[in-house]
């Protein structure tokens, strides 16, 4: 069971991601975004992480896709036009793309060679009690960093946005 | 039954990570450029939660908590920064915004 789900969701997350990269018009891959988002959310719950998963989709799926596809709206921004690449580019990108993939894949698999197969249920430290314990005992100043950091960016956001009043 | 191999998880989320780079070397709409940052994103995010499943610690789940609320700051951030672009150069063809006065 854990073997189908996986391999079900992987090759939704994987396709989707293709037509992230392929489709030419922004809404499109915006749209493949939320499917990947989606199915890494169902990943994330296969490894006990459930809290994460739920803040996959809350956070990722609905915030930011939102804010995403709001600006393509906004900006009514159109299908992508072709111009020209260097040949270099294009010769030489996918085999190193290719090569960087097979490198760290290669090291994934050869570092990790006596790891426990993953079943679901098997670490239940995911759940939103203990990430808040861990959050705001050991992880209190980051916690705290972290949100004078959004309020920078909110802040920086709406300056950036705004009309000039001169 | 016998579960799934970590390092699955491993190849998933370094294929996620290079498509994601894929397209931002690809790509020339600043919107998909920035969409691709966010795919690498999750994909680095999925190999945190492997390797806390592994180590059997809660510490890879509040990276990869600190890692969404960077990247929500940092999608609001450059979603004003392309609205400026945009209302300047009236484009969104990275190619075309290469000088940085005009």
């Not at chain 1, 426990?116 to 050991?138: E, H, M, N, W, Y």
């Not at chain 2, 998909?32 to 939660?49: P, Q």
Request: proline share 3%; glycine share 6%.
């Amino acid at each position: 069971m854990d073997v189908i789900l996986f391999l079900v969701f992987a090759t939704i997350a994987v396709v989707c991601a293709i037509s992230v990269v392929v489709q030419t018009h922004p809404i499109a891959s915006a749209l493949s975004l939320v499917g990947v988002m989606a199915s890494l959310a169902v990943l994330y719950l296969l490894l006990g992480a459930e809290f994460i998963a739920m803040a996959q989709v809350v956070v990722y799926a609905g915030a930011i896709m939102v804010l995403f596809v709001f600006v393509i709206m906004l900006l009514n921004a159109g299908a992508e036009s072709k111009s020209g690449r260097s040949l270099v580019a294009s010769w030489l990108g996918i085999p190193l793309i290719i090569v960087f993939l097979g490198l760290m894949s290669f090291f994934a698999q050869r570092w990790l060679p006596f790891a426990d197969p993953v079943r679901f249920g098997a670490f239940k430290g995911g759940s939103p009690r203990d990430i808040g314990r861990a959050l705001f005992t050991q992880y209190l100043l980051p916690f705290e960093v972290v949100s004078v950091l959004i309020l920078i960016a909110i802040l920086g956001a709406i300056v950036l946005a705004r009309k000039e009043l001169d | 039954m016998s579960g799934v191999p970590l390092s699955w998880y491993l190849i998933l989320s370094a294929v996620l990570f290079t498509l994601g780079v894929a397209g931002f070397l690809f790509r020339k709409n600043i919107i998909t450029l920035f969409m691709s940052i966010e795919l690498m994103l999750n994909a680095v995010n999925l190999s945190f939660i492997a390797f806390s499943y592994q180590l059997k610690q809660v510490n890879g789940h509040i990276f990869t908590f600190f890692v969404m609320v960077v990247a929500a700051a940092e999608a609001a951030v450059g979603l004003a920064i392309i609205l400026t672009v945009f209302k300047n150069r009236a484009t969104l063809n990275v190619d075309e915004v290469d000088s940085m006065k005009y």
